[in-house]
């Protein structure tokens, strides 16, 4: 079977990373046929626009999407992310965002004294709503009374999806869930929130499910990371405490994410969870890491447990062996990291 990916390499490091991701998948000789998206803020200063009309319709017809990341200092960050991003999410209904938060060997940690046995975290993102809906406005612009309303939406059904899978992911995991809301000052969203978790936890008597307030779940991932397993939340909390993780799993560049709609035929988009590195863009020093486990995450949902499985190995292999970028403790370049692990995945 012929896989159909489409490839968005966005914009800043996107591009860099992502050629990685795609020499791997190459050298896993994977049956694949690929289209690239120019989409992004080069093709927003030529069109007006981040991408096409009718583009979610492009995504749709693939059975997968990879991409790099989106943002440039050059526009308006909303403008950018609510021009391709989040209605890519939204509009195929991708309500479950996957992101491992495990350290690899040879990967260092910033704990003293903790290690790979003690990352190993599992955060599920609620993807469609919550502080995300884009529901608001601003009146008076520009004058000293201006006002402006930013509306989180939780519904019933979409709190109950993500759930319901987080308390799957924890049976198949370690068995327990942590749940992460702030409902002791915001008193509706995450009120449903805990009360739907309180629900769905009836029919997995297998699963320990605890409810966390958020700030004190992030002091918990930095003291004790070892005593979670798999963690759920709404989208922007899940967004910040993911940035965490990643700094706990070595930094920006090796933390991978997938975003899914479990049950629909939407294809998942799959992405590292920095973003464009303005920084560091163009150097070639940018860390392929967690495009390249995005991309692992990317064949397991196609299917291909197997390949999955040997990518990831080669990506563990590199972790530890080397060669990294230095922002693991390196010194290799982008296309380096991004070589050897192909040859790994190829051997
Ligand atoms: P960022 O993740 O781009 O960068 C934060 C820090 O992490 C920087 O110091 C950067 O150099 C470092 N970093 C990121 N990726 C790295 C990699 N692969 N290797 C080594 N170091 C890496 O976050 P930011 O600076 O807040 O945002 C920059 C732009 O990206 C903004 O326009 C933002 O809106 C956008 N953004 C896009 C996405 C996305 O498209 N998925 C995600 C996050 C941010
Ligand atoms: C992420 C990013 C995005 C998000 C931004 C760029 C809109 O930070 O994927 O984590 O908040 O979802
Ligand atoms: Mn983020």
Redesign the pocket.
């Known amino acids: 079977m012929v896989h159909r990916i489409a490839l968005l390499p966005?914009d800043?490091?996107g591009p860099e990373?992502v050629a990685e991701a795609r020499k791997a998948l190459d050298a896993l000789g994977l049956a694949a046929e690929w289209v690239e998206l120019d989409w992004g803020s080069a093709y927003y200063h030529r069109h007006g626009r981040m991408m096409p009309d009718g583009a979610v319709e492009v995504v749709r017809a693939y059975d997968a999407v990879l991409m790099g990341?989106?943002?440039?200092p050059s526009v308006p960050?909303h403008v950018?992310?609510w021009g391709l991003?989040l209605p890519i999410r939204q509009q195929l209904d991708l309500w479950a965002n996957v992101r491992p938060g495990r350290l690899l060997p040879g990967i260092p940690c910033p704990l003293a004294g903790r290690g790979p046995k003690d990352v190993d975290m599992l955060f599920l993102r609620e993807n469609s709503e919550g502080e995300y809906s884009g529901v608001g406005g601003r009146a008076h612009q520009g004058l000293h009374h201006e006002v402006a309303i930013e509306t989180s939406v939780f519904t019933r059904e979409g709190t109950e999806r993500v759930l319901r899978l987080a308390f799957d992911l924890a049976e198949e995991r370690r068995g327990l869930l942590t749940s992460a809301t702030k409902s002791n000052a915001s008193r509706y969203g995450y009120v449903l929130w805990d009360e739907v978790v309180e629900e769905v936890a009836g029919g997995f008597p297998g699963v320990r499910v605890e409810r966390v307030l958020v700030d004190a779940l992030a002091a918990r991932m930095v003291r004790d990371p070892a005593s979670l397993d798999v963690v759920v939340a709404s989208n922007l909390f899940a967004d910040i405490l993911t940035d965490l993780a990643a700094a706990l799993q070595g930094?920006?560049?090796m933390a991978a994410s997938a975003n899914l709609a479990p049950g629909s035929d939407a294809p998942g988009v799959f992405?590292?969870v920095?973003?464009?590195?303005?920084?560091?863009a163009g150097q070639g020093i940018?860390?392929?890491c967690?495009a390249i486990w995005s991309a692992s995450l990317m064949l397991e949902h196609l299917g291909e447990a197997e390949a999955a499985a040997t990518l990831m190995a080669a990506l563990a292999t590199v972790c530890c062996k080397g060669p990294r970028?230095r922002?693991v403790g390196g010194t290799a370049t982008t296309r380096q990291v991004g070589d050897a692990v192909a040859a790994a995945a190829g051997a």
């Open positions: 966005g800043g490091v990373v990341a989106v943002g440039d960050d950018t992310l991003l930094g920006m560049g992405e590292p920095h973003g464009s590195a303005p920084d560091i940018a860390n392929p967690g970028t922002d």
